[in-house]
């Protein structure tokens, strides 16, 4: 006797045996798992353009990620630890804010940016405030080295919804990026205490902090300071004090740290005003 089939469209949506109709049967053709119900058993398939459709719908629900920071080195190797965190995904890496801008596709939004805080051309300040201004919807995630309570508070006020140091734990990492999918908001608890230590610091205490970092600085950090001064690049000022533009990096990142400010204009107003250079 020849083998005899006859189909059924199961909801994907919907899980339920296999139904049998009766032979010449017509049925609406729905998206969903073929089922072939033949004398040798039961076979299941997905039709190609169903495969393409649930595959998108797997890649809508898995969250997506973009990082922004002008240290490759550091970026790639977070974009790596990031793919290894289960349903998470990486769409594309920029430099800074505006290229974040340029290369975002409306069409597929990330749900998570995980941003610095100091790059050129536009900082992190700036691009939160325009992904809060334009997609309310993405979570920013501030990665930054500055251990700075200021930082910290101006970077929620431009919307971001968490606020990580760049030595931060794996599993922190992680942590943050869920809870603010799922709760909106993530500071760790560091930072906290940054804060709460801020507001009961008198005017006076700080100021002395203030003087005590000045006089610790050495010779080559205050002739970056001096240097900052002037009209000249980042990169004219690593011609001038014979080094690589990474190395002025380095100091930049590192006075950032150390003097409690986020911008060049920050360095400079500290090294006037502890006459370390003159305008």
């Excluded at 997609?135 to 990665?143: G, S, T």
């Excluded at 431009?158 to 734990?169: F, I, M, P, V």
Aim: proline share 4%.
């Amino acid at each position: 006797m020849g083998e005899k089939a006859s189909y059924n469209f199961l909801s994907r949506h919907k899980s339920r045996k296999a139904l049998f109709p009766r032979q010449g049967s017509l049925y609406p053709k729905k998206m969903g798992v073929l089922t072939v119900v033949s004398s040798s058993g039961i076979l299941q398939f997905v039709p190609p353009n169903c495969t393409e459709l649930i595959n998108q719908k797997k890649s809508f629900r898995m969250p997506k990620v973009v990082l922004v920071d002008d240290h490759v080195l550091l970026r790639n190797a977070l974009a790596k630890i990031i793919h290894h965190f289960d349903g998470y995904s990486v769409l594309f890496e920029a430099n800074n804010g505006r290229h974040f801008i340029q290369m975002l596709d409306p069409d597929n939004l990330p749900n998570i940016v995980i941003l610095d805080v100091t790059m050129p051309v536009m900082n992190g300040y700036e691009t939160s405030q325009w992904i809060n201004a334009n997609h309310p919807d993405m979570k920013v995630i501030a990665l930054s080295m500055l251990n700075d309570e200021r930082v910290v508070i101006r970077m929620l006020r431009s919307g971001a919804k968490g606020y990580l140091l760049k030595d931060t734990e794996v599993d922190e990492l992680k942590q943050a990026m869920e809870e603010v999918l799922n709760k909106g908001l993530y500071i760790n608890e560091i930072l906290y205490k940054n804060i709460v230590q801020t507001i009961n610091t008198s005017p006076e205490e700080k100021e002395e902090l203030q003087q005590q970092i000045a006089m610790g600085l050495n010779d080559r950090e205050k002739e970056f300071l001096r240097w900052l001064c002037t009209d000249k690049s980042y990169k004219e000022i690593a011609s001038e004090m014979f080094l690589s533009p990474r190395t002025v990096d380095g100091y930049r990142d590192s006075l950032f740290e150390k003097l409690k400010v986020a911008s060049r204009i920050g360095l400079v107003m500290f090294a006037v005003k502890h006459e370390i250079a003159h305008l």
